[in-house]
């Protein structure tokens, strides 16, 4: 069973019902994630923000790419104060931490804090990515992981569960991959995370899975790494 994990979170898999969050699912992760951290797990989670903005879509519609990323930043805090508010309505003791400083709603990213944090037992959560633009919380997750020392990152897919080469939602003969080497990923440019992330997660020797969070009790799952997903390591 990993120690410390490190959970990626997109703003999709907190959606639902065409609303950019949606409260139930939002419940429902939370039960699940009071039921990890009692049984001694640290978990950090890095929060997207897809369901509100991403600022390369905005730069393709005429804006400023650096603007619209910082738009994008500002949606992963809000999902991060979601997430916040669903997990200690559960009861579960969390911190949120931002790379862009905004202290009446949130801490700054302080690394020493947020272990503190960790060994104390509560949920981290980290919002505003990078703090920087151009950048995606995908490489958000695999800079915090390496920063914290986290044992994997558990990359919580919406309805998807695992790597495959190929679209398995157009594709009906798509192979899944039960395990893959990050040179691999790359080599074969799968759809896991963005380059930048990846080789992030290589460098730093940091196991990465991927597996579908939609069914129930497979976060757990992960982290005792009996989820039926892809196990990608270097
Ligand atoms: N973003 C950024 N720098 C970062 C992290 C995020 O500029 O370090 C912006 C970027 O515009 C991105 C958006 O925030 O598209 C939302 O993050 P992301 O697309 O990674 O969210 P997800 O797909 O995981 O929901």
């Given at each position: 069973m990993?120690?410390r ?17 949606d409260p139930?699912?939002l419940?429902g992760l ?9 049984k ?7 929060v997207?923000?897809?369901n509100?903005?991403r600022?390369?879509?905005?730069a393709q519609?005429?804006?400023?790419r650096?603007q ?15 997430v916040?508010n669903a997990?200690?309505n559960?009861?579960?003791?969390t ?7 905004m202290?009446?709603v ?8 947020a ?8 949920v ?30 558990l990359?919580a897919k919406n309805?998807?569960d695992?790597?495959?080469?190929s679209d ?8 899944k991959?039960?395990?893959l080497?990050?040179?691999d990923?790359l080599?074969?440019?799968l ?7 990846i080789?992030m ?8 899975i991927?597996?579908?969070?939609n ?5 757990l799952?992960?982290i ?5 997903g892809t196990l990608i390591?270097?």
């Amino acid at each position: 069973m990993y120690k410390r994990v490190l959970l990626k979170l997109s703003g999709e898999a907190l959606s639902g019902n065409g609303q950019a969050f949606d409260p139930e699912v939002l419940a429902g992760l939370a039960k699940e994630l009071k039921e990890i951290q009692q049984k001694g797990v640290e978990l950090a989670i890095v929060v997207g923000g897809g369901n509100f903005i991403r600022g390369k879509m905005l730069a393709q519609m005429g804006m400023n790419r650096a603007q619209g990323d910082y738009m994008g930043m500002l949606g992963t805090v809000i999902n991060a104060l979601a997430v916040q508010n669903a997990l200690e309505n559960a009861g579960v003791d969390t911190r949120v931490q931002t790379a862009v400083h905004m202290q009446e709603v949130a801490e700054p990213f302080i690394l020493r804090r947020a272990i503190r944090h960790l060994e104390k037992g509560r949920v981290v959560i980290f919002g505003a990515g990078t703090g920087s633009p151009y950048f995606s919380t995908d490489t958000t997750a695999a800079l915090r992981a390496s920063e914290i020392g986290a044992d994997v990152i558990l990359m919580a897919k919406n309805g998807v569960d695992g790597v495959y080469d190929s679209d398995p939602k157009k594709n009906p003969n798509a192979k899944k991959f039960n395990s893959l080497y990050y040179m691999d990923v790359l080599n074969k440019g799968l759809q896991v995370m963005d380059s930048t992330a990846i080789s992030m997660c290589m460098d730093n020797d940091i196991d990465l899975i991927v597996f579908n969070m939609n069914e129930r009790g497979n976060i757990l799952k992960a982290i005792q790494q009996t989820v039926d997903g892809t196990l990608i390591t270097k």
